[in-house]
Every structure is written in C-alpha cells, then in structure tokens.
C-alpha cells in the first residue's frame, strides 16, 4: 500500500516507516522537521510540511495517490501540556483536523492514529484493557483522546476507518543501528540513564520511592519501537482486509520499576549508573501496565522483544554511537 506516514521524521514513525519499507509497502514521510529529523527520513519519500497545512495535504494524498495514513505528528511532553495546553490542543486536536479533512476530501478513509496510554489516566487496575474508563490528568492525554472521539465519530458518519494504538512506553532503536531515539530536550528514563552511565550528564534522578510497588519507585511497560512499528503494519492490513475500527493496547504486559531499568543499564555499562532520589513527578501513576490481548487476537500480534535488556541493549547501542 501506499502510506503517508504523517511525523515520519520522529522517533517511532522513522522506525514505522522502516518497518513499512521492509514489509513491501510503499512509505511517504510528511514531516515539518520541528521535532523530527531529516537524517531519520531514509524509507520513502520525504515532503516536509505542517500538519495544519489542508492543501498540501490534499496535493500529497492525490500525487501519491495515497491509500492509508499514519498519523505520528504530536507534542507528547506531559509536563509541557500542563504548562502549555494551547499547543497541544491546537496541534494535536486543530491540526489532525485538518488532515482527517484532507483524508475525507481526497476519499483516504483509513488511518492508524498514535493514541497513548496516558488517555486512561491513573489507572484503577492493571494491567489495562482497552474498556478500562478513560479519564486523562494532562492536556497531552486529553488531546489524544479528543481525537480518539473525533475519530469515532466521523467514523459513524463519514465511514471513515480507524485504529488508535493506545502505547505504552516506547523504547529501544533499529538494532542495525540506523535510526534511534533523539529529543531535545530529553525527558525520557532510559535515554537519560544511559546518557548518565556514559558520563554525558549528572547522576539520573529517580522520581519517587515511595510509592506502592516493589521497589518503591513507579513501574511501567517498556515496549520495543520496532514491536511498536510491527503493531502499525499489521493495523493497516487488518483495516485494509475490512477489519473493525477501535482502539488497541500495545505494550508488553509486563511492568518494570525505574530501579530496574537503572539495574539493566548497568549491565550494559559494567558498574551501577550513579543516581539521586527525589520526589515524585506531578502526574505520574504507580503503574502501568497493559493487558495486550486485544492486540494478539485482532492483530496477531505479540511484542518480539519481552525482555527488558534486550530492549534496553538496542537503545545503549544507539546512544553509545551517537
Ligand atoms: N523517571 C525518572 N527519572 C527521570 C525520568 C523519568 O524517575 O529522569 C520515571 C518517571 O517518573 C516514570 C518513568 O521513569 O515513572 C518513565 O518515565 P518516562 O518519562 O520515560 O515515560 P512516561 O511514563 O512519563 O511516559
């Protein structure tokens, strides 16, 4: 098929869109470059524009005659949401208009929507089923699930077919070390422990101890960008066969504390990464952890990489070359 892949550029559509490539379909990346990177662009063509832009988006979807869309193109810092909703509502909400109507107006009718786990909100069980109430503490979370409505709704109206693929914690890199994770600023834990056990920052804070779990410090479900990807691929087959729009969980099913993603960084390094307890972030749940079943029984689906290290063993290699 032929696919916009819409922030193609970032990290988890650089990774779909290799993904894509290698399972003979046709990628072309739409990216505005403001959080991605062109040198992530390396399967498919690479337009560079602004998600809110309708026209070049209906030019695109006609000249490539596009069949599918994937949709990426997000602010995805929850502290930032909170300071700044406005962004997020209108990139996340405003701007996906503008390309659900360019869908529409083109006839493209089918789009996998990057949703996340943060639409539930704190959890009140884990792991997390896809019934489970939605009620998001951040404008990031809510934005994702505004669209999430939206879809829905212009599904029931316009037979527009979806999937949202609600994440959990995306990590890792292309094992071939050619695309990985890269944000500026960084806010993610396992990039920021790596970056701490090879010298290149202060010791990594952990943000909280006290809370209910094992160890005391948060938990979540760490999933492969490369599952991630697979997920997409299978998502846009399974609509294409015809298959029900929802949404669908993609996580491991198996939680991690902070503790242990500094102990697995260790492995790699050779010696204990240095650290500092601190308190609590605002916003952040005990745990989260999904119940992936939907995934394996609509999809076929299961993440490849279970295990931690080896998830963490593919984002030390990229990071230590790059
Ligand atoms: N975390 C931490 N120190 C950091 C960054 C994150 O202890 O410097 C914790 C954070 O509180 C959460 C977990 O690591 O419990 C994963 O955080 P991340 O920002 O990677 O993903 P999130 O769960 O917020 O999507």
Redesign the pocket.
Known sequence: MRVLVVGGAGYIGSHTALTLADAGHEPVVYDNLTMGHEWAVQWGEFVQGDLSDGDLLRKVLREHQIEAVIHFAAFAY?GESVQNPRKYFENNVVSTLSLLHAMLDSDVRQIIFSSTC?SYGIPEQVPINESHPQNPINPYGDSKLMVERILHWYGEAYDLKWIALRYF?AAGADPQGRIGESHDPE????P?VIDAALERRGP?????TDYATQDG??V?DYIHVLDLADAHVRALEYLAGGGESQPINLGTGRGYS?REVLESVGRMSGRPVPFEEGPR?EG?PPE?VADPSRAAAVLGWRALYQELDDIVGTAWEWHSKS
Do not use: K, M, S
């Not at 806010?187 to 396992?190: E, G, K, P, Q, S």
């Not at 990594?204 to 909280?208: E, K, L, S």
């Open positions: 929850v943060a914690n806010t993610h834990l396992i920021l990594v804070q952990i943000f909280g410090t948060a979540r902070v972030r952040d989260l």
